[in-house]
């Protein structure tokens, strides 16, 4: 807990929603920082990501979450179940959709759960950049309005900022009193080798076809600062489940191998402003998606497993 300040509010905030409308997008455009990796692939984030936001007597503490989605793995099942325990215990919950797509199933199972569960809701309708048509919008938010007795609606894009100020706005006016939860300058829990693991995994995303990264996992073997504290040494496994994916992953002559490191080294080196010497190895473990005890050995490991 931080040092109390009797006009101090917090409010712990869940990001909710489907795969891929830019829950992570939106979270980092709130923090002003990336630290939730983002790719046009749903599935992108799988663990619980927690980003801290403080800005005058107010703290908004986000919980992005995975996209809800129909489970086929161990490792989706995991994915899913973070998504309840992220909701249990907020202030209150955002749920994220994108312009001018109609309302799902998965929504409207989300929008019961709040109701059960009492909490209070914000939906941002995001990527308002993509839409034409204005009575579109207004359609949409009268549809979700009569599912759910949303606090606020508010339309917003990630990619160009529009309504970013009027979301925070909403989001602090649920805040409580009773002081700051993290220090004022907290930005994530996440750890430097988790940051550093998922930069190289967005690059996979982003670089691959589909298949191949949602079967691929990241992990930073070794991070030491040299005494000098000019440069990072970083050794990362990149696990895939095949070795026909190993063979892609590691490209022609090594080419896709060093292009992944070339841009998460580049991304790495922005965020811990330093320079960073790289060495990516690739292994296959095979169904990994699918072993408890392998899964908790790659970092998923905040919840118990069905074996
Ligand atoms: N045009 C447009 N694209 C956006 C916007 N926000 C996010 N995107 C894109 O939408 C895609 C998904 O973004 P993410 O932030 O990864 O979405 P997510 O909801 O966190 O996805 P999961 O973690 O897979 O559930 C990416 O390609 C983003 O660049 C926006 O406001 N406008
Ligand atoms: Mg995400």
Redesign the pocket.
Known sequence: MAELNKNDKTAFIAIV?R???????LLNCMLGQKIAI???K????RNRIMGVMTEGDTQLVFIDT??MHKPRTELGKYMVRSISESVAGVDACLL?TEAGREITQTEENLMERFKAMDIPAVLAI??T??LKEKPELMKQILTYSSKFDFNAVVPV???NGNGIDDLKAELKALAQEGGHFFEDDTLTDQPERVLAAEMIREKILRLLDKEIPHGTAVVVERMKTRSDNNIIDLDATIYCEKESHKGIIIGKKGAMLKKIGTFARQDMENFFDCKINLTLWVKVKEDWRNRAGLLRSMGYDKSDFDS
Not at 19 to 25: C, Q
Not at 42 to 45: E, L
């Open positions: 929603g795969p891929n409308v830019g829950k992570s997008s983002v790719s046009n749903p599935q992108t984030t995975p996209g994220v995001n990527k950049d993509t894009s990630a990619q």
